[in-house]
C-alpha cells in the first residue's frame, strides 16, 4: 500500500513526487510509456525561470531529484482506477494507495479531413520536434494558431524551405505576441487566416498537396497539426466528470483525488503551471494524509 500513486511522469507528476516524497510519503509514480512526456517536445525550453535546455534534460533532473528523496518511478500506463483507490495497469499489475494524483497530461487533436488518416506518417504529422527534420528544404503547412502551432512554424521554418500557417480566425489572437512577433520576423513564413484545409492527398511516396474548403489546392510535402488537446483521461470511469476535452476539474473529484497540470481544466498548458499544480496538489495531499491518519 502506498500513501500517494501519481500517474504520470511530465512536470506535473515529477513536480507532485518530489514533494510527497520528501514530506515521508511514500510515493509511487506510475510514468505511463513516455517518461517526461510532452517535455520531450520541447527541444529550447526558453520560459521556464530558472533553467535553459532541452525538455528531456529537465525531466531527467526532476526524475532525479524526486528518486532521491525516495519517490519509486516505474513507467507503466494505467488502465483503470477501482474505488478510487486502486490502479490497475495495462500488465495487469494492481497498486494500492491512499491518495491518487492523475497527471497524465494531454494528447493532441487529430486533424478529421479526408486522406489526413491514410497519409499519417508519410506527409501528416502531430510533431514538428520528432518528424521536422524530414521536411529539410520542403514546403510545408502548419495547421493552427495558438502557441503551439507558432512554435512549430518558427522551428519548421530553420529546416523546411517555406511554411504556410493556415489559421481558421482572422488573427493570432490566442498566441503569445512575442511568438506572434518572431513569425512575422521569418521570411519563410507565410500567415493564411480565414483558410482550412478540407483534404490532404498525394502518391505512394506521400503527401503532396493540400486542398481548402474554398476550393484553392496548395502543393506541399507535409502538413503538421497542432490545433489543441484532448486529456489522457480514458482509462477513469464514468464517475469522475470531465468537460468535452475529457479535463477534470479539480473540484469535481473525490476526497483522497487530485488532479495537476495540462489534464487539468482551465489551465495554460505550460511547463511552468504543470510544475505550480502539482506542487499545489501535491501539499493539499499532504495534509489530507495527515489530517485522515486512519484513511
Ligand atoms: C510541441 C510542444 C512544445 C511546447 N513548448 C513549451 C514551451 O516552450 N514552454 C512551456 O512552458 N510549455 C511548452 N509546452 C507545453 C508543456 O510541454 C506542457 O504543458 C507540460 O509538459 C504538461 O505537463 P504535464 O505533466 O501536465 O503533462 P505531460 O508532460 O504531457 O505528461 C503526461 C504524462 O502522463 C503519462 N500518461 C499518460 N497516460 C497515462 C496513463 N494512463 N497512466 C500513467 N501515465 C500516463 C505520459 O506518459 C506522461 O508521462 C509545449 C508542448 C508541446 C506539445
Do not use: W
Amino acid at each position: 500500500m502506498y500513501d500517494v500513486i501519481i500517474l504520470g511522469s511530465g512536470p506535473a507528476g515529477l513536480t507532485a513526487a518530489l514533494y510527497t516524497a520528501r514530506a515521508g510519503k511514500k510515493t509511487l509514480v506510475l510514468g505511463g510509456d513516455e517518461a517526461f512526456g510532452t517535455l520531450n517536445k520541447i527541444p529550447n525550453l526558453e520560459n521556464y525561470p530558472g533553467f535553459l535546455g532541452s525538455g528531456t534534460a529537465l525531466g531527467e533532473f526532476m526524475q532525479k531529484q524526486a528518486e532521491q528523496f525516495g519517490a519509486e518511478i516505474v513507467f507503466k500506463k494505467a488502465e483503470r482506477i477501482k474505488n478510487n483507490f486502486s490502479v490497475t495497469c495495462e500488465d495487469g499489475t494492481e497498486y494500492l494507495a491512499r491518495v491518487i494524483i492523475i497527471a497524465t497530461g494531454a494528447t493532441p487533436r487529430k486533424l478529421e479531413i479526408d486522406g489526413a488518416r491514410e497519409f499519417m506518417g508519410r506527409g501528416v504529422s502531430y510533431c514538428a520536434t520528432c518528424d521536422g527534420f524530414f521536411y529539410s528544404g520542403k514546403n510545408v503547412l502548419v495547421i493552427g494558431g495558438g502557441n503551439s502551432a507558432l512554435n512549430d512554424a518558427l522551428y519548421l521554418a530553420d529546416l523546411a524551405k517555406n511554411v504556410k500557417i493556415l489559421y481558421r480566425k482572422p488573427s493570432f489572437s490566442r498566441g503569445e505576441q512575442v511568438l506572434v512577433d518572431r513569425v512575422n520576423a521569418k521570411e519563410n513564413i507565410e500567415c493564411l487566416f480565414e483558410t482550412e484545409l478540407s483534404s490532404v492527398g498525394g502518391n505512394e511516396t506521400g503527401l503532396t498537396f493540400a486542398t481548402t474548403t474554398s476550393g484553392d489546392k496548395i502543393e506541399c510535402d507535409g502538413v503538421f497539426v497542432a490545433i489543441g488537446h484532448e486529456a489522457n483521461t480514458d482509462f477513469l470511469t464514468e464517475e469522475i466528470k470531465r468537460d468535452n476535452l475529457g479535463r477534470i476539474a479539480p473540484k469535481s473529484l473525490p476526497a483522497g483525488m487530485y488532479v495537476a497540470g495540462d489534464v487539468r481544466s482551465e489551465l495554460k498548458m505550460q511547463v511552468a503551471t504543470a510544475v505550480g499544480t502539482g506542487c499545489e496538489v501535491a501539499m493539499d495531499a499532504i495534509a489530507y494524509l495527515n489530517q485522515n491518519a486512519s484513511v
